[in-house]
Nanobody
Framework: QVQLVESGGGLVQPGGSLRLSCAAS????????MGWYRQAPGKQRELVAL??????????SFADSVKGRFTISRDSAKNTVYLQMNNLKPEDTATYYC??????????????WGQGTQVTVSS
């Protein structure tokens, strides 16, 4: 069984920072992509940041709204991805979902989602 477990959400004032973590667990998993999406009330789910595996060359993607403020990193040995969020704005308020495209031993390539962690930016 594959699980994605997020942590690090909370309440922060505008201009503050948070660091989200997501750990993937499973049997002999190989991660091809891992990152974060978010969804605010009344809005569509959107990509926040994504990192590709080193197998195909390391690369990152960011939503235009977070470029220069957010950074994504990955610890391949721990199957963990981090999202460092700086200079947070009220419009960053959303539920953040960890995402991974991975393959388990003797299984096909599939997409997986975490339960979500709430980020609230407010004074």
């Amino acid at each position: 069984q594959v699980q994605l477990v997020e942590s690090g959400g909370g309440l922060v004032q505008p201009g503050g920072s948070l660091r989200l973590s997501c750990a993937a667990s499973g049997n002999s998993i190989t991660i091809y992509r891992m990152g974060w999406y978010r969804q605010a009330p009344g809005k569509q789910r959107e990509l926040v940041a994504l990192v590709a595996s080193l197998t195909f060359g390391s690369s990152t993607s960011f939503a235009d709204s977070v470029k220069g403020r957010f950074t994504i990193s990955r610890d391949s040995a721990k199957n963990t991805v981090y999202l460092q969020m700086n200079n947070l704005k009220p419009e960053d308020t959303a539920t953040y979902y960890c995402y991974a495209r991975l393959k388990q031993r003797l299984s096909s390539l599939d997409d997986y989602w975490g339960q979500g962690t709430q980020v609230t930016v407010s004074s």
